[in-house]
């Protein structure tokens, strides 16, 4: 069995540019999360998706945060414009209905200069 | 607020001697717990489980974890250390079953000496 997908695994950008992550999940899962993990700390939920629609995301910083998820399948997480603190390693993680654990993608590292 | 405590930042061991990871965990709900590793420039890879089912959990790489009610603990084990195992451990507690979000402790790294 595939695991979660993600890319591209590295990027690194200037302040005030745009970046898009891309992640593809376990067949057949419903459910999607995006992660930010800080150097140094435990990943923090972003947003999750059951399908197509978002159940939670409350922690999204939407005024440069954005999440989709079109055809409850692939995911793509933008920011834009970014800031220098939103250097971190962006998780994707997805988890099969009824199931308890989630399953976790290699992650892309952002550095934002 | 629910939550979950890595009582360790840092480990140290020698390889062949045993590890233990502590964890605790907030007391409001029966939770499901989870150990994952990361190692370095990797994704979280899920060690093992504790979804109230037997109390002793094993895992992949021979680790094992006890769920102990009575001290709201759930301390991560191995009999004996490889080089291997050197990583990132998190303590990870979910209080809403299968419709519940993770939430992290904030991890200990595991170092391993020769």
């Known amino acids: 069995e595939a695991g979660v997908a993600q890319s591209p695994r590295y990027k690194i950008i200037e302040k005030r540019q745009s970046v898009a992550f891309w992640c593809n999940p376990i067949?057949?899962?419903?459910?999607l999360y995006w992660y930010q993990q800080i150097l140094g700390q435990g990943p923090k939920l972003l947003i999750q998706f059951q399908n197509n629609g978002v159940v939670d995301d409350s922690q999204l910083p939407k005024d440069r945060f954005s999440a989709e998820r079109l055809k409850g399948v692939d995911s793509t997480l933008k920011i834009q414009p970014a800031k220098l603190e939103d250097s971190a390693v962006y998780l994707c993680?997805?988890?099969?209905?009824?199931?308890?654990?989630?399953?976790f993608g290699p992650g892309t590292r952002l550095t934002v200069t | 607020a629910q939550s979950v405590t890595q009582l360790d930042s840092h480990v140290s061991v020698s390889e062949g001697t045993p590890v233990l990871l502590r964890c605790n965990y907030s007391?409001?709900?029966?939770?499901?717990l989870f150990w994952y590793v990361q190692h370095p420039n990797k994704g979280l890879q899920l060690l093992l489980k504790y979804t109230s089912a037997a109390t002793l959990v094993k895992g992949i790489n021979g680790f094992e974890a006890e769920f102990k009610k009575s001290e709201t603990s759930f301390h991560l084990t191995k009999p004996s250390a490889h080089m291997s195992d050197a990583a990132e451990y998190f303590c990870?507690?979910?209080?809403?079953?299968?419709?519940?979000?993770?939430?992290f402790g904030k991890g200990t790294k595991l170092s391993v000496k020769p």
């Open positions: 993680a997805s988890r099969d209905s009824g199931a308890y654990e989630q399953y």
């Open positions: 067949s057949g899962h419903a459910t």
């Open positions: 990870v507690v979910n209080y809403g079953g299968s419709q519940g979000n993770l939430i």
């Open positions: 007391s409001s709900y029966s939770p499901s």
